[in-house]
């Protein structure tokens, strides 16, 4: 079945450093990405989405890029703050068919210290 | 988040007692997922209701689990009997389309087995 694969945490940086989260995912058909972030306490958070190859998803200075030929969706970001510090998470869901629930990857833990 | 209401925040029961998490979704929503987060987990999809139908519930362990969404109020999960494995943050999301990745977290349910 589909999957989701993230590089484990936790990822510990300093404030201005550049970001890499990596994700890699399985699935059958051509399905949706996206990341999700979620805050101490808090719910998740949709961060940003790609629906089809190529497509670049951004939101607060994260960016990711579908990558259909390497089954990826790396999360970056070019300066880290303190207040990016939470775990994001990696998800796919199939489009084709309605009501679909999304496949979380385990989540990467970030902290970013100043 | 965008108004999906969860409660309790933080739930402590006892093994053997029963757990019964509320879940209002987006007023409009009538789509609503529920998934479990077990530590150093991602989350794990466990059922999807649309107004007074299961309509995916593959996700829901066999015995002591059981959810609903009725025609008015809240969507409840239930667990009956419930064991220190249960101990989880519960989080569930609304939609308007039934389309998984357009949901709305709610911050979640932390329940504690003790």
């Known amino acids: 079945g589909d999957s989701v694969t993230q590089m484990e945490g936790p990822v510990t940086l300093s404030e201005e450093a550049f970001l890499t989260i990596n994700c890699t995912y399985t699935a059958t058909g051509y399905p949706s990405l996206f990341w999700y972030v979620q805050y101490p306490g808090e719910g998740l958070q949709l961060l940003l989405k790609?629906?089809?190859?190529?497509d670049k998803g951004s939101n607060k200075g994260f960016e990711a890029t579908y990558r259909k030929e390497t089954t990826s969706f790396h999360l970056e970001k070019g300066s880290v703050q303190v207040s990016d510090s939470a775990v994001y998470f990696c998800a796919l869901s199939d489009p084709s068919q309605a009501g679909t629930a999304l496949i979380f990857g385990k989540g990467t833990t970030l902290s970013v210290s100043s | 988040n965008a108004g999906v209401m969860q409660n309790p925040r933080h739930l402590v029961r006892r093994r053997g007692q029963e757990a019964r998490l509320r879940c209002s979704p987006v007023?409009?929503?009538?789509?609503v997922y529920w998934y479990r987060q077990l530590p150093e987990e991602g989350l794990k999809f466990m059922v999807y209701l649309q107004k007074e139908n299961i309509i995916d519930e593959s996700g829901m362990p066999k015995e002591r689990f059981s959810a609903e969404f009725p025609k008015e109020g809240p969507s409840i999960l239930r667990i009956q009997q419930v064991v220190r494995g249960d101990s989880a943050a519960y989080f569930c999301?609304?939609?308007?389309?039934?389309?998984?990745?357009?949901?709305?977290f709610g911050q979640g349910t932390r329940l504690t087995v003790v």
């Open positions: 007023k409009g929503h009538s789509h």
């Open positions: 790609a629906t089809k190859a190529d």
């Open positions: 999301a609304s939609s308007q389309t039934g389309q998984g990745p357009e949901a709305f």
